[in-house]
């Protein structure tokens, strides 16, 4: 439903009072079982660069996976029942550097820190 032309064939098919109480379960979920932290990275084209390595690490990460009732196994696009991330952007491209790698645990632990969040 991202492009005008969806929108106006399948709105009519779309029920939204469901969409909305979907999408407030999701997000309680979300706030209830997963912690986030933020960090800055002032220059755009530094944070893009660690932006799409951060997402081709986590792409080709041989430990990581989904659930096996993951509905993204479910998914037409190959790359995301391939990769376990509800994304097609920056997978199985170049990942971080050992130092890029330890700059973003840096700049992690930092943002924790100030924040809060560490444990």
Request: net charge negative.
């Amino acid at each position: 439903m991202t492009t005008r032309k969806a929108k106006e064939e399948y709105s009519a098919l779309i029920d939204f009072e469901k969409q909305r109480e979907i999408e407030k379960r999701v997000s309680q979920y979300i706030q209830a079982n997963f912690s986030f932290v933020v960090f800055e990275v002032e220059a755009q084209e530094k944070r893009l660069e660690l932006e799409s390595k951060i997402i081709s690490t986590i792409s080709m990460c041989e430990e990581c996976c989904p659930s096996s009732d993951w509905l993204g196994l479910f998914s037409p696009k190959e790359k995301i029942s391939k990769s376990g991330l509800w994304l097609i952007n920056g997978l199985f491209k170049e990942p971080l550097s050992d130092e890029e790698m330890q700059q973003v645990k840096n700049l992690v632990t930092q943002a924790a820190g100030i924040n809060g969040f560490l444990e």
